[in-house]
């Protein structure tokens, strides 16, 4: 069983009310927000307000609409509306203004899509980072390979004129190779020798860029030679392939073991091989005329700096001339290395003859006492001397006594 209810009935003046509360309803839509009380019910409309070409309602992401139309309030979104794209920041509208056309259909896209830059190039030996791609505001940084500086803007930022805030920087190899000289050590020097030969390895350049270098530079004597006494500055030098320099010095010390210094005795004289005092080295000790070595004939400078022998002088010699015999005479020179000259003013001397006659006998005998007979015959300046059967040069002699010229000469003969 239905229950009836009851509709009370208006007032003739109450209609104006409910008439303007009607049309209210159905024009509540503002300008610029895109949406419409109508909803997307344009089939409503087509109903209504028949052979009247309708577009769809603009609904628009991230941005606003703004729209006139020519028939009213009533007639939006028909033929002849203009509608304006307003985007938010960030965004950019395809078309700013669109119409809508007898096709039913707006003029053009009216979508606001994101901004964006175009895509950065990837500097050479270096790359960037970017914390939204090439959009706008994305901040991109940028970094260069080990070895390399950046020469540039660091950071850019995309623009909403899709132009970036800075351009691609460049990655420069700044950094120079390392390189590390070899660590040589004292070096001494061979016996006999004032040289050392001092060998190492060739080092090579290392460079966070271009890697192993070994095309390197060095200024100095090479490897593998021989180097004299004292101290000796080397250096090496390596370029990397952007012209950058590396170098490193190192230095090379020979040392040379040096006894004390020795001394010609008085009344005699000293030679020695090599540089008289290194390592190796040996003198010979001489005595003039007159005098006889006592102590090392030959000394030699040992490992331990200190000379082999004892010390050497030259004394005066005692000859025994009472003696009766030529025999006699001569045993007094036995192993003494001495010269016994004979001289006369000519050949025919009485005396010069007897001494030579009893010579000739002993001849043999002087050669195992290690004595050289000296035969000078006549007067300066036509004096003439001779060792045996070999004639002394003219210029070794002098009228007046023997001068160390001439004694210096006859050791070339008889030492």
Not at 234 to 243: E, L
Request: aromatic share 10%.
């Amino acid at each position: 069983m239905l229950k009836s209810v009851r509709v009370p009935r208006l007032n003739m003046d109450m209609w104006p009310l409910v008439l303007l509360f009607v049309q209210l309803c159905f024009c509540s839509g503002y300008e610029g927000s895109g949406q419409y009380a109508y909803g997307d019910d344009e089939d409503w409309h087509s109903r209504r307000y028949k052979g009247t070409p309708w577009c769809a309602p603009i609904k628009v992401k991230h941005g606003d609409v703004s729209c006139r139309t020519p028939r009213g309030e009533h007639y939006r979104n028909v033929m002849g509306t203009r509608c304006k794209i307003r985007c938010k920041q960030g965004y950019e509208a395809q078309s700013s203004e669109v119409v809508c056309m007898a096709s039913k259909h707006w003029s053009s896209n009216y979508a606001c899509r994101e901004i964006r830059c175009p895509k950065l190039s990837m500097p050479a030996n270096g790359g960037y980072k970017c914390s939204d791609g090439s959009y706008f505001n994305s901040r991109c940084e940028f970094f260069c390979s080990p070895g390399f500086s950046l020469k540039g803007q660091k950071t850019a930022t995309c623009q909403h004129s899709k132009v970036w805030s800075a351009g691609v920087p460049t990655c420069v190899d700044m950094d120079p190779p390392k390189i590390k000289c070899p660590n040589v050590k004292d070096k001494w020097a061979e016996p006999g020798k004032l040289t050392s030969r001092v060998t190492w390895d060739t080092p090579e350049g290392v460079d966070t860029a271009d890697g192993i270098l070994t095309d390197v530079i060095l200024k100095g004597k090479p490897s593998k030679s021989d180097f004299p006494e004292g101290l000796h500055k080397m250096s090496y030098t390596v370029f990397d392939r952007a012209g950058n320099k590396g170098s490193c010095r190192f230095t090379i010390r020979v040392r040379v073991r040096r006894c004390s210094p020795l001394f010609a005795p008085d009344n005699g004289y000293m030679k020695c091989d090599s540089d008289n005092d290194n390592y190796g080295a040996t003198c010979n000790f001489k005595c003039t005329g007159g005098y006889e070595l006592q102590g090392s004939a030959a000394r030699v400078c040992q490992y331990g700096l200190t000379w082999s022998g004892t010390d050497t002088n030259c004394a005066p010699m005692n000859i025994n001339v009472g003696v009766r015999s030529a025999a006699a005479l001569l045993d007094q020179f036995y192993e003494k290395r001495r010269l016994l000259i004979i001289s006369a003013p000519t050949a025919a001397n009485h005396n010069y003859r007897f001494q030579m006659t009893n010579l000739q006998h002993a001849q043999c005998g002087l050669d195992l006492r290690h004595v050289t007979v000296i035969e000078l015959v006549g007067t300066y300046p036509a004096q003439i001397g001779r060792i045996r059967h070999m004639l002394l040069p003219q210029d070794w002699l002098c009228s007046s006594g023997y001068s160390s010229r001439f004694l210096k000469g006859l050791s070339k003969w008889c030492w």
